[in-house]
């Protein structure tokens, strides 16, 4: 499995009482090439007609990117293609591509940046801004009003290293209302130190989020425009293994101690037995939670160095149940299973370790057929895991 | 005196048949009984492998009972209580 994780996500708010953006994000990860486009773009006005154009602009920069034509010629093309405003002599929209190569263990991770009239990304490794050096190319289009600037740059990020692209519904926010200038690059850099400097592992989302949410508040909760930031961040990726089914062997007992010890990351064990032996290979005392369980799931236990231990059959299939059907995690019950999702939907990659031991248990004929067969379970959760959650997964058999 | 030691097994073979309903012990059980008794539960008594009864199990004081519903349990508890005056 990967040692870096890319994490890139947005967070949006349209201009008030619109129902559609007139900033457009869009985001595709192609593993094969080892490539990940990011694309915003903001088209003029707002509403349909500027998300029409948004749209045009932030698919053909995407499709532009994946194609061997190099970045800046890229951007050439787009601002050929693009209208420019008769009234008002300017683009239609505004575009930034952040074009992300990385290599197989996704370490040197290269990211070249295009910009043209967003306001400029900013770039941070931990919490302290780094100053990207950009390359400028004019442009003179026929109709346009005045030169065009493109700015091109690259960069090689690292673990810890942030890129953060935002429209200009960002940067002008609280203009005129709190803030005489609006919220400027300036504030939003310091903003987002702020932010990081409290919080250092804030996943994308969180950030997006909290970016924009500042913005929409300088707006007085009305926003004057879309709001839209994107983030992307490079890191460790959090990892979680869940060992479920005792070992094939008595002497396989000591192989699984000696891996949950061994793992980096937040541990799950489900089965009443399987927790049974991980409490006596790991010398860790087990106590069940009598307050947590639903009629679906039974009690939880703890056990010292374990984060989550389970019940297995019930929980997994109820686990399973919650993925595929992308039950909000906040309207579930407080059971284990709950607690089960939200490990989960923290990490990047889930790794089962799979012990192959029939249970006799569930030989029982009074027990429903729906519980019997743990490989299956495991599959729907990996399929859900992977397909809808975009998560790595793994397995092994003890 | 001593106070009555019991364990619910709430495994899976136990949990779906009926063990569920015996988690809510503090809402059946008289609070007079409730407090000479120390009940916890387990993850599995193991005697669903060996299937010489039914599902769920219940240890109290060290002997396995089994097909244990609420009633079953008050009445077990109350035995245990009265066999410890
Ligand atoms: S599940 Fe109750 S004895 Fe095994």
Known sequence: ???????????????????????????????????????????????????????????????????????????KIIMDTLPVCKERKISYSTFTIADVHYNDDNTDIE????????????????????????????????????????????????????????????????????????????????????????????SSRELSRMIVQRANSYDGYSSKDDITCVVIYIRRPRRTLIV???????????????????????????????????????????????????????PSSKMEGIDLVTEGMLTLSQVAKILEKRLNVADLPNDPAKKFVEILLDSDQVHFLVGTKINEAHQDPNIPVEIGIRRTIIGRLRNALEEIYLKETSQEYL | MDRVKVRICLGTACFVQGGADLLLFEDFLAPELLEKCDIEASPCLNQCRIGNGIAPYVEINGIIHDNVDQDKLIKLLQEAVNAGN
């Open chain 1, 1 to 75: 499995m990967n040692n870096v994780f890319i994490d890139v996500d947005y967070a949006q708010i349209y201009k008030h009482g619109q129902k559609i953006g007139g900033d457009v994000f869009l985001l595709s990860r192609n593993p094969e090439n080892h490539q990940i486009v990011a694309t915003l773009s903001d088209g003029l006005g707002s509403g349909v007609k500027a998300n029409v154009l948004a749209s045009l602009t932030a698919h053909m920069a995407h499709k532009l990117s994946f194609s061997p034509i190099d970045l800046n010629h890229s951007a």
């Open chain 1, 111 to 202: 990211l070249s940046l295009i910009e043209y009239d967003n306001p400029l990304a900013l770039r941070f490794h931990g919490s302290e801004n780094i100053p990207i050096e950009r390359v400028k190319t004019t442009l003179h289009r026929s109709g346009a009003f005045k030169e065009e600037v493109v700015s091109s740059s690259h960069m090689t990020l690292g673990v810890n290293d942030r890129l953060i692209m935002f429209s200009d519904g960002v940067t002008q926010s609280g203009l005129g209302l709190g803030l005489p200038l609006g919220w400027r690059l300036d504030g939003v850099r310091k903003f987002v130190t702020e932010v990081i400097d409290k919080n250092p592992d804030i």
């Open chain 1, 244 to 298: 479920t089914g005792p070992p094939f062997t008595k002497e396989a007992d000591e192989i699984l101690g000696e891996k949950i010890r061994e793992f980096d990351g937040k541990k799950i064990v489900s089965g009443g037995t399987t927790a049974q032996i991980v409490s006596r290979v790991l010398g860790k005392k087990l106590t069940i939670d009598m307050k947590c369980w639903s009629k679906d799931v039974p």
